[in-house]
């Protein structure tokens, strides 16, 4: 279906034909016509199915066609983190092109006293949409500077991750101070039991939109490693020998463990950056301004970078380690092969982790390339699941190593154009 087949706003449709965007994702396709019709959607998709767009287009156009007051906040839009929030107020930006009446305000935390002053003034004069995450909208709440009594869009994006996070009652919070008559929209990547309890707190008789994992695309060239645990940094260096060492991103699920590869990877004189909840936000922010700009050339990570974060020109994902649930693999390797690109996948699967990899290949419905280890790395691991009496014979380890345990921007053209 095309957008143009949608019951959408022209301003809109105008910002969609600068933007080159033609045909509706299937989240869009499906709850774009309820959100029009004012419906509560409960709505499960990954990151990367265009669910952004899925809900700001019909909110916008809704807003531009009139009957709402300008006076006040008409849409609150919840996102988990600064950059997310971010990200969602470029889309904004771009969609809105041509909506002149229509305002927005971005509401993150880790800004300086001036953004405070200006989001303050903002919220005063009555932004149309604010964009916000949690805790620095509570803050602006419990000091009086916000007035949810006439708001008539709820959004949370990615409300799986807030819970997780610890913004439960911080969402009910907020929610206990809007109108009745508010829609609400919810988008998970996950349901379990606690988004469940939340949509049945939360939603009214809501349309339940469900799209099933989506497989990675079919230009990302997935290759694996068979490796114990000692030899994945000398397997890191042989890779980064072989070239690649432009536009890499390094996914590991434990914090600690991207703070050591981080400083193997300085030792080797690699030009990297670490990204994990141990830094600020002002780190994160100079993190990912070096990474993006090309001022650092590898990125480790844990999966804070996984979802969400909009960089079109990866080249490389490397899987320090296997993620245990499928959909977090297919997040990370994700990141690459994006806006017509190709890229590559490396994952490196260690023998305790044999069996979460076997999973995603059953998901993937193919067997992943297992390349050989270098000669000087030794012998690999079996490809098979290690039983409880099994065990590491010394020959396989390394010599004198221990084991270890195992959206896009505004329109470039300005003007309206026929369709």
Not at 13 to 32: G, K, N, R, S, V
Not at 133 to 161: C, K, Q, W, Y
Not at 351 to 356: A, K, S
């Amino acid at each position: 279906m095309t957008f143009e087949e949608l019951d959408l706003n022209d301003n809109v449709l105008d910002a969609l034909y600068d933007m080159h965007f033609e045909q509706c994702t299937p989240i869009q396709e499906a709850c774009i016509p309820q959100i029009l019709r004012r419906k509560d959607i409960l709505g499960v998709a990954q990151t990367g199915t265009g669910k952004t767009a899925a809900y700001l287009l019909p909110i916008l156009s809704l807003l531009d066609d009139g009957g709402f007051p300008h006076d006040a906040i008409n849409a609150v839009i919840m996102s988990p983190t600064r950059e997310l929030a971010q990200q969602i107020d470029q889309a904004m930006q771009g969609f809105g092109y041509y909506l002149s009446t229509v305002s927005s305000l971005a509401i993150y935390g880790g800004n300086d006293g001036n953004r405070y002053d200006q989001e303050l003034k903002s919220l005063r004069l009555g932004a149309d949409i604010i964009i916000a995450t949690p805790g620095r909208f509570i803050s602006h709440m419990n000091i009086g500077n916000v007035d949810l009594s006439r708001v008539s869009f709820f959004v949370l994006d990615e409300a799986d991750r807030m819970l997780d996070m610890g913004f439960s009652e911080d969402i009910l919070a907020i929610a206990k101070h809007l109108p009745p008559t508010c829609q609400t929209i919810m988008f998970s990547a996950t349901m379990p039991p606690k988004i469940e309890q939340l949509a049945k707190t939360l939603l009214k008789h809501p349309i339940e939109i469900k799209l099933a994992v989506s497989k990675p695309a079919e230009k990302i060239a997935q290759q694996a490693y068979l490796c114990y645990e000692p030899q994945k940094l000398p397997l890191l260096q042989h890779i980064f020998q072989e070239g690649h060492l432009q536009r890499v991103i390094i996914f590991s699920g434990k914090k600690q463990k991207v703070k050591e590869i981080h400083r193997a990877l300085l030792r080797m004189k690699v030009n990297s950056g670490e990204m994990h909840s141990d830094l600020s936000q002002e780190e994160r922010d100079e993190v990912m301004f070096r990474f993006k700009s090309g001022a650092t050339d590898v990125l480790v990570a844990t999966d804070i970078l996984s979802r969400g974060i909009d960089i079109d020109d990866i080249a490389l994902v490397i899987n320090y380690d296997v993620p245990h649930d499928v959909e977090d693999y297919v997040h990370r390797i994700g990141r690459t092969a994006r806006a017509e690109r190709d890229g590559r996948a490396i994952t490196l699967i260690s023998d305790q982790d044999v069996y979460y990899f076997l999973q995603i290949e059953k998901f993937l419905e193919k067997t992943i390339d297992k390349l050989p280890l270098p000669d000087s790395l030794g012998t690999a691991p079996p490809y098979a699941i290690p039983t409880k009496t099994s065990h590491r014979p010394s020959s396989h380890r390394p010599a004198g190593k221990r084991g270890k345990g195992g959206g896009r921007g505004k329109p470039s053209a300005p003007g309206r154009h026929k369709r």
